[in-house]
């Protein structure tokens, strides 16, 4: 991608909040893109439901910015619910674009990732309205030298589990969705990967539960672990806090890890390419892209 390159948009998701949205699509065209939004985008637009539309209409909206040749880059308007649902309409197209998002739109990310096209772990559209100036700067400075230079993120508030340098493919998911895929066509392979892992609003325990099922399968080379925002410990007590939980694994797995990283669901997201060749060194915090 390059300043001026087109982006292409829909809501493959939730709807969007119109507020929210449009502060996100001024910031992109602020730094020099110019977009097209598909009017898909905007059905269920500031109503009390989450639906954007059906899977055809989101299908359909998918296979004309593809067909569109102006478009380089397709990101999400939002995230939400139900992108798992356009899976097996988009698998067998013969011809995909690299698209950016994440939480829900991690579905997406994965089919492209095994499809071989190129996806993007980093915000949607909506997303780009509450983040702050340094993670905007970041997105912007990534999107505009995909395959240019490396970027150094040091990660200096986060903690070390597991200490150890590893340079492998990189994978970046909000945990719960990627766990949906598991015994599906649609779960790429990341066995050697390194995984970055983040959520919202879950169950401790559920979390606990998801990374057993998770490392049942997967076998990665090192792990980050970002933010598991509003995390909640309803009923009786689990017992145990995340860091308790995350440490269980990294004792088991024996690869680098560290926790705590700043990738969340509140705004402190950067682009990562997935399958990009990364370097973590867990021991200092550093992460290079």
């Not at 995230?79 to 013969?94: I, S, V």
Request: proline residues 5%.
């Amino acid at each position: 991608m390059t300043l001026g390159s087109t982006i292409g948009i829909f809501a493959p998701s939730s709807s969007i909040i119109p507020e929210k949205f449009e502060v996100g699509l001024q910031i992109l065209k602020g730094h020099g893109y110019n977009t097209i939004v598909h009017p898909q985008t905007y059905i269920g637009a500031g109503e009390q439901t989450q639906i954007a539309g059906t899977t055809e209409q989101k299908v359909q909206a998918y296979k004309e910015l593809v067909a569109d040749q102006s478009v380089g880059l397709i990101i999400a308007a939002t995230g939400g619910n139900r992108a798992c649902f356009l899976l097996d309409e988009l698998a067998p197209l013969k011809s995909h674009k690299p698209i950016m998002g994440f939480s829900d739109v991690t579905a997406l990310l994965s089919l492209h990732y095994k499809l071989g096209t190129p996806s993007i772990f980093g915000p949607t559209i909506q997303t780009l309205a509450r983040m702050d100036e340094n993670h905007i700067h970041l997105t912007f400075e990534k999107l505009n030298s995909l395959t240019q230079t490396a970027t150094e993120i040091e990660m200096v508030d986060s903690i070390t589990l597991n200490k150890g340098e590893v340079t492998a493919p990189i994978f970046a998911a909000t945990l719960s969705v990627l766990n949906t895929l598991i015994g599906t066509k649609h779960m790429p392979d990341l066995n050697g990967h390194i995984l970055v892992i983040e959520d919202i609003g879950e169950e401790l325990n559920s979390i606990d539960r998801m990374l057993w099922h998770l490392f049942s399968v997967v076998n990665p080379s090192a792990i980050i672990f970002g933010q598991f925002v509003d995390l909640k410990d309803t009923g009786r007590p689990y017992g145990q806090n995340i860091k308790h939980v995350l440490a269980a694994y990294t004792q088991k797995l024996g690869i680098p890890v560290i926790m705590n990283a700043p990738i969340d669901h509140y705004g402190r997201i950067f682009p990562i390419t997935c399958g990009q060749t990364a370097k973590l060194d867990a021991t200092n915090r550093i992460l290079i892209l």
